[in-house]
């Protein structure tokens, strides 16, 4: 079967997390692993499985461009700000996994047919792509006015790039609660727990509602559940939903799938495979438009 080729730009941890899911593709050929550090982790790894290996950079893909048509950027949002001008004039797909958040914000849950003509999309957050699916649930179901977020993950699961990004991970993820979920309005919060042993991503989604129905939310997040768990096996409702007059609150517990990361860091593995999951529906896309373009 046919397969369009890929680059992951960042050889850090979600970078490695995602050669691990792109090896299993139908649809997506991994071709090359580029980095800054010859020494990476992550490198050494690719260099392992045969892949490309370069590390120079975004120049890689300036020096190399036919080794991709997707490339998926894991790096930070500061360098992504740079290496999305780049692969726009190169006329690459970018999977952005930063929250620089220089295309639409996309969740593989969420699913329209809108941002398939863009060349540049946002994965948003770890917290986003948890909780945000729950907020749209809930807002199809009873028009949410208010939606606040709280993402609580192991300090071991928060390397270097995840705190550097702090600041833009409440800014993204609260405009993701609005733009993807559909709340009038939203708040994201964060929180590192150093307990011992580590714990698994636990999410709290609280929504003031203005047509409430409880039968109707409750059916509606059971659906949005089961949407995650096709590419999320371990995304599950940590108890029943509860409703207090006009509120609703949702607690989700996220279980890694062990490919790279420890699984209690199903905060990075949930954005690798919904990074994975969108990148697959384009490549789809782009394969029915080569066999109308064949024939």
């Given at each position: 079967m046919a397969k369009i080729k890929a680059a992951i730009i960042g050889s850090g941890n979600i970078g490695t997390d995602l050669m691990y899911k792109?090896?299993?593709?139908?649809?997506?050929?991994?071709?090359?692993?580029?980095?800054?550090?010859?020494?990476?982790?992550?490198?050494?790894?690719?260099?392992?499985?045969?892949?490309?290996?370069?590390?120079?950079?975004?120049?890689?893909?300036?020096?190399?461009?036919?080794?991709?048509?997707?490339?998926?950027?894991?790096?930070?949002?500061?360098?992504?700000?740079r290496h999305a001008k780049v692969l726009e004039e190169l006329g690459k797909l970018a999977i952005d996994l930063t929250p620089a958040a220089r295309g639409p914000f996309v969740s593989p849950a969420v699913k329209t047919d809108a941002y398939m003509e863009e060349?540049?999309?946002?994965?948003?957050?770890?917290?986003?792509?948890?909780?945000?699916?729950?907020?749209?649930?809930?807002?199809?179901?009873?028009?949410?006015?208010?939606?606040?977020?709280?993402?609580?993950?192991?300090?071991?699961?928060?390397?270097?790039?995840?705190?550097?990004?702090?600041?833009?991970?409440?800014?993204?993820?609260?405009?993701?609660?609005?733009?993807?979920?559909?709340?009038?309005?939203?708040?994201?919060?964060?929180?590192?727990?150093?307990?011992?042993?580590?714990?698994?991503?636990?999410?709290?989604?609280?929504c003031e509602v203005k047509n409430m129905d409880k039968d109707k939310i409750i059916n509606s997040i059971e659906k949005m559940i089961e949407k995650v768990k096709q590419y999320v096996p371990g995304y599950r409702l940590k108890q029943e939903p509860l409703f207090d007059g006009d509120r609703v609150t949702v607690f989700i517990e996220v279980e890694g799938a062990g490919d790279y990361f420890p699984v209690y860091a199903g905060n990075l593995d949930i954005m690798t495979a919904a990074a994975t999951r969108i990148a697959e529906d384009f490549a789809i896309s782009m394969l029915e438009k080569q066999n109308v373009n064949s024939v």
């Open positions: 792109l090896e299993r593709s139908k649809v997506i050929e991994l071709t090359a692993m580029i980095g800054i550090d010859p020494e990476s982790e992550g490198l050494k790894r690719a260099r392992q499985k045969g892949y490309l290996v370069f590390d120079n950079g975004i120049e890689a893909i300036k020096q190399n461009p036919e080794i991709a048509d997707i490339v998926f950027d894991a790096t930070s949002a500061k360098s992504h700000v060349k540049n999309v946002n994965m948003i957050t770890c917290g986003g792509q948890a909780t945000i699916p729950i907020v749209q649930a809930i807002n199809s179901a009873a028009d949410v006015r208010y939606a606040e977020i709280v993402a609580t993950i192991s300090s071991k699961s928060a390397g270097p790039g995840t705190r550097a990004n702090i600041d833009e991970f409440t800014i993204t993820t609260r405009r993701g609660i609005e733009e993807v979920g559909g709340a009038d309005k939203g708040k994201a919060l964060i929180i590192l727990n150093p307990a011992e042993p580590p714990i698994l991503m636990r999410d709290t989604i609280y």
